[in-house]
């Protein structure tokens, strides 16, 4: 394959370059927010495709954020390169602030009682391995005559995915809204600044042209008069 690693990374290190990116995560933000920088679109639009990729981060469908973020980058007329960047709001450093807010958020919405943050992290890795094991187990009985076991995915599906679902709504609208108001006039401010230096460029360019220009008129002027010496100096 053309794009086909030469050096194909370990298991682990592709582990450990998804914690903590080469150059850490400031570098790999200073990278993102210079592409959202870059984009070819006017600045509101740029925003609001960064609204749809922070308020996705928000929703527990994890491995479909890039078409999440699209969509709704669609929707609200943002830009889509932009939403799939502002995706990186999420990352391994803000995933559990993220799904504890979210969860919080559902619980309250939902009615029902809200657990602490210490008893969220003791229950929360135990309902991921009981649905993880139901839902292999179940695979294995499609083909084999093992019993399907749906318990474990059903006290998932309830206690955590659909109030994470619902719970993330509030906090990600929040979060996108003020991911939008400090994008729009940075945006803004980069474009002109950035616009102005390509105008002095262009203008330094145009300048330096007419010059050479000039002096190759004079030049061409100057060998004419030596080819051409007036009447009286003949």
């Given amino acids: 394959m053309i794009f086909r690693r030469r050096d194909r990374r370990p298991w682990w290190r592709i582990v450990a370059d998804f914690l903590w990116p080469r150059g850490g995560w400031a570098r790999a933000f ?9 984009l070819p679109d006017p600045p509101d639009r740029i925003a609001r495709g960064i609204f749809a990729g922070v308020l996705t981060t928000f929703t527990p469908f994890y491995g479909l954020h890039f078409l999440i973020a699209t969509a709704l980058a669609f929707v ?9 960047l502002g995706t990186f709001f999420g990352n391994p450093l803000t995933y559990l602030p993220i799904g504890v807010v979210s969860l919080q958020t559902g619980h309250v919405i939902l009615g029902r009682h809200t657990p ?9 890795g135990g309902k991921f391995v009981d649905a993880g094991e ?3 187990n179940n695979i294995v009985a499609i083909f084999t005559d093992r019993q399907a076991d749906w318990h ?27 991911a939008y108001y400090i994008s729009l006039p940075v945006i803004t401010a980069y474009q002109k ?5 390509l105008r002095a460029k262009w203008d330094a360019l145009r300048e330096k042209r007419a010059a050479r220009e ?9 060998r004419k ?4 010496p007036p009447a009286g100096r003949r």
């Fill in 30 to 38: 200073t990278y993102v927010k210079h592409r959202v920088h870059r």
């Fill in 76 to 84: 609200v007329r943002g830009n889509i390169p932009a939403a799939l």
């Fill in 116 to 124: 602490h943050e210490d008893e969220i992290s003791r229950s929360l």
């Fill in 134 to 136: 139901d839902l292999q």
């Fill in 152 to 178: 474990g995915l059903g006290i998932f599906y309830d206690e955590v995915f659909f109030p994470y679902m619902i719970g993330g709504i509030v906090p990600g609208i929040v979060a996108g809204l003020a």
């Fill in 193 to 197: 600044r950035r616009r102005g230096a």
């Fill in 214 to 222: 000039k002096a190759a008129r004079e030049a061409s002027e100057e």
């Fill in 225 to 228: 008069a030596e080819r051409d």
